[in-house]
């Protein structure tokens, strides 16, 4: 119950939504939108990744129904097990189909409350991810974040860490310069929240994170 409670004071910062309860999915407002809690099955966590841009066009669901076309960026985020907690999925957006059955041959990439994962910056060590504060503050005229929340992943696989841990890593599609719950495009030079390179040192190397298109969200 405390991870829906977290869950749900994320969402109502950026939209007024009602808590649901656990296995319970909720439509907001008289928009398609659909939150569901996804359980025992593995998800990809995007936070703290960062992306590049393939130059084709992909196609995101919005919540009054059809899509909207925006640029597509790919991403590689460590695949985590759900486990009886869960993840959490808009599942009529991104490019759900309304329920939390898996891709063919992949993975969601979803919203979870975990602090401390696999991250490229560390070699793909588990370690803590934080908000990034400079992204969070200024960014360059350029600078964009991606969405993964609610997205299809590919190419699961594994690979070893520098520590010598297994990791499961797969490839995100997800749009960039797309809002999180609107499905509107967000000009470049918009702050954004994100964990990409947030616990690095010094400001300056937390603020090149910024402009390497790192996944943005809650």
């Not at 991870?3 to 994320?10: D, W």
């Not at 189909?97 to 602090?115: D, I």
């Amino acid at each position: 119950m405390k991870l829906l409670k977290l869950f749900a004071v994320a969402v109502m910062a950026v939209l007024p939504v009602l808590a649901f309860a656990p296995g319970e999915s909720r439509a907001a407002g008289k928009s398609n939108t659909e939150f569901k809690l996804c359980k025992n099955t593995p998800y990809a966590l995007c936070a703290a990744s960062t992306c590049k841009a393939t130059g084709k066009k992909m196609a995101v669901n919005t919540p009054e129904g059809g899509t909207r076309n925006f640029p597509e960026a790919e991403c590689t985020c460590p695949v985590l097990p759900a486990g009886d907690t869960g993840a959490f999925a808009n599942v009529t957006g991104g490019n759900m189909q309304g329920s939390c059955k898996p891709p063919k041959n992949g993975v969601w990439s979803l919203y979870s409350t975990v602090t401390t994962f696999p991250q490229k910056v560390y070699g793909w060590n588990n370690h803590a991810a934080v908000v990034n504060d400079a992204c969070n503050a200024q960014v360059a005229p350029t600078d964009q974040s991606v969405n993964c929340w609610s997205f299809a992943c590919d190419k699961v696989r594994t690979v070893t860490s520098e520590d010598g841990t297994t990791v499961t890593l797969a490839t995100c599609h997800c749009p960039i310069g797309e809002d999180v719950l609107s499905a509107l495009p967000v000009p470049p030079g918009t702050t954004f929240v994100t964990k990409a390179g947030g616990d690095l040192p010094t400001t300056e190397q937390q603020q090149k994170f910024c402009g390497k298109l790192p996944v943005g969200g809650f």
